[in-house]
């Protein structure tokens, strides 16, 4: 074989072996790119439904606030809390700050698709989320403070009882729900998830629950004796005080 035979042999397995392997390694180019822009986009990525669903549990938790302290005003003196009217006051203004907190979620709740998807790309969003939750609790710190005070169960009504009662647990079962919303939702919305922090706030409402439960399935007798004791104002207190706590440390905005 002659020189120029041997570097015509050699170009042309040169060129067979490109021919094959180009495609290979555009394929294998391609796919990398591909799998990057992917793994971009799923990190990027938040679903309407995830965040509509968690603004829809924040105005839960905000009505059922609102149904609970609507109890209170209802009892009015025959709840037994002292100094009433100043209480009522009191009461009426956090009532009043929660009908504001639901005109904001519900302009929200209305958005459009692309509003949503504009919402959620920027740190407005966990912003308004984030601070939806600390300010319910907020308030529910406030009702706890108030209903701290004396109180005079002597005489209270078993109805007027239990209704608060029913809508502490319907209270406390919202923010159950918030919590799962949030827990599902993760750090890619933009809030913290602290998974300790979630079991011992999932903990402390499931304990809240079979308390309320209980007490619910009293006959009218033992709740006559229970309303009168200092039991029921005490734990009235101390679960509206769990639940403040609860919302107020639920999450907070990511850094940066």
Do not use: C
């Not at 992917?38 to 509509?52: F, L």
């Not at 100043?86 to 956090?94: A, G, K, T």
């Not at 639901?102 to 709740?109: I, P, T």
């Amino acid at each position: 074989m002659t020189l120029k035979q041997s570097a015509s042999l050699s170009a042309a397995i040169l060129a067979a072996t490109l021919a094959v392997g180009l495609p290979g390694v555009a394929v294998a180019q391609q796919t990398g790119q591909t799998t990057q822009a992917g793994q971009q986009a799923g990190t990027g990525m938040r679903s309407i439904s995830v965040g509509h669903n968690v603004v829809d549990a924040v105005d839960d938790v905000r009505e059922t606030s609102a149904d609970f302290i609507g109890a209170l005003l209802g009892a009015e003196e025959g709840l037994g809390l002292g100094n009433w009217e100043q209480q009522e006051q009191r009461l009426n203004q956090i009532e009043e700050q929660l009908e504001q907190m639901e005109a904001v979620l519900d302009e929200k709740a209305e958005a459009t698709d692309q509003e949503w998807i504009d919402w959620m790309g920027g740190p407005d969003y966990s912003v308004t989320v984030t601070k939806q939750i600390k300010d319910l609790g907020a308030h529910l710190e406030q009702v706890s403070n108030i209903l701290a005070e004396n109180w005079q169960t002597k005489g209270i009504q078993v109805l007027i009882g239990s209704n608060v009662l029913e809508q502490l647990r319907d209270l406390r079962e919202t923010t159950g729900d918030l919590l799962n919303a949030m827990e599902n939702a993760g750090s890619d919305y933009g809030w913290t998830t602290d998974p300790n922090r979630f079991k011992e706030s999932r903990e402390r409402l499931t304990k809240m629950s079979n308390d309320i439960d209980q007490l619910l399935v009293m006959s009218d007798a033992d709740w006559r004796a229970y309303l009168e004791s200092d039991r029921f104002h005490i734990v009235i207190h101390d679960n509206v005080a769990t639940l403040a706590d609860v919302l107020k440390n639920m999450t907070k905005p990511n850094q940066g």
